[in-house]
């Protein structure tokens, strides 16, 4: 568990993100301590980060997007606290958007991605065990809605952390599931994405986490639009759809367009600003929908 200590117990039931999905549903176990969650059972099908809403290949309205998109990565960079472009590296990379988008704000960026998303200049097919990275060579590392993927976060984060210089920093980005939104939205909310998040951080679990793996925090984020409005509208959306975040599935050319989901769907795009002002009171209040994390290795 996150905080390396405290009972863990079945939680809930909550379904898969992928649409007729087997088995439907996923057993979340939940610490007693610090109220992180994580996925029961086995992990996914090898091919789970290749196929479905993760399959190659660009989703709907994306080329619209590439703007919105390009003005994300640059808020990412800047909660590096505006350290002068250094060597980073991006984990879990995908596609490579966000290593192209810091080399051109003049950071030697390159990433790892272990699945076959992207083919993308300077991403590297590896995943955090199989990268050779010189120890205390890097300035920044980027783990941007990674570490909830993995079975064993705090092997990665040990590892990555003899990756970076004495002053170096790490961004972690995680959903929050001591949010508002993951509150209303109960086993639906939009950031389960289940099977594939193995673990569902609250803030004091990541927060432990860190400083039990020797990192030391140095700032938190809880306002970030990359992923917290949708998120909100989302979630509460699939309160009514009986395919949950039918409408991301959708734009990920991963469900078929059904009356039962398209009905609700349409009805509740007026309550999107609503949703929107809603998660943004909740993320002044340090209960937005995601979080960043800028840390540092301890004593350094």
Not at 150 to 169: E, K, N, Q, S, Y
Not at 188 to 198: A, G, K, Q, S
Not at 240 to 255: D, F, G, H, M
Request: include cysteine; hydrophobic fraction near 45%.
């Amino acid at each position: 568990m996150a905080c390396g200590g405290g009972p863990v117990r079945p939680w809930r039931r909550a379904p898969a993100a992928e649409p007729a999905a087997v088995p439907p549903t996923h057993l979340l176990l939940r610490c007693a301590a610090c109220g992180t969650a994580v996925t029961a059972g086995p992990p996914p099908a090898p091919d789970a980060h290749a196929a479905g809403a993760y399959r190659p290949g660009p989703p709907r309205g994306s080329r619209l997007a590439a703007p919105l998109l390009r003005r994300f990565d640059a808020r990412r960079l800047a909660l590096l606290r505006a350290r002068p472009p250094g060597r980073l590296l991006d984990v879990g990379a995908g596609r490579g958007r966000f290593v192209a988008g810091a080399r051109a704000a003049g950071w030697d960026a390159r990433g790892i991605e272990p699945s076959p998303r992207s083919a993308a200049p300077h991403v590297e097919a590896a995943t955090i065990e199989s990268a050779r990275v010189a120890p205390g060579s890097l300035d920044a590392i980027t783990l941007w809605h990674v570490l909830e993927h993995l079975d064993d976060p705090a092997g990665a984060l040990a590892r990555l952390r003899g990756w970076l210089a004495p002053d170096g920093v790490l961004l972690v980005g995680v959903p929050d599931l001591g949010s508002l939104q993951a509150a209303l939205g109960g086993p639906r909310w939009y950031h389960l994405d289940l099977p594939r998040h193995r673990t569902h951080f609250t803030a004091p679990g990541i927060h432990a986490l860190l400083a039990r793996t020797g990192f030391e925090v140095l700032g938190v984020e809880h306002r970030l639009l990359e992923h917290n409005p949708f998120g909100m509208w989302q979630s509460l959306v699939n309160r009514l759809t009986p395919t949950p975040s039918w409408l991301y599935n959708v734009l990920k050319r991963n469900a078929r367009v059904r009356a039962a989901d398209l009905a609700p769907t349409l009805a509740l795009l007026p309550a999107a600003p609503l949703a929107a002002a809603l998660e943004a009171v909740a993320a002044r209040r340090g209960r937005g929908g995601t979080l960043a994390i800028l840390a540092r290795a301890s004593g350094q």
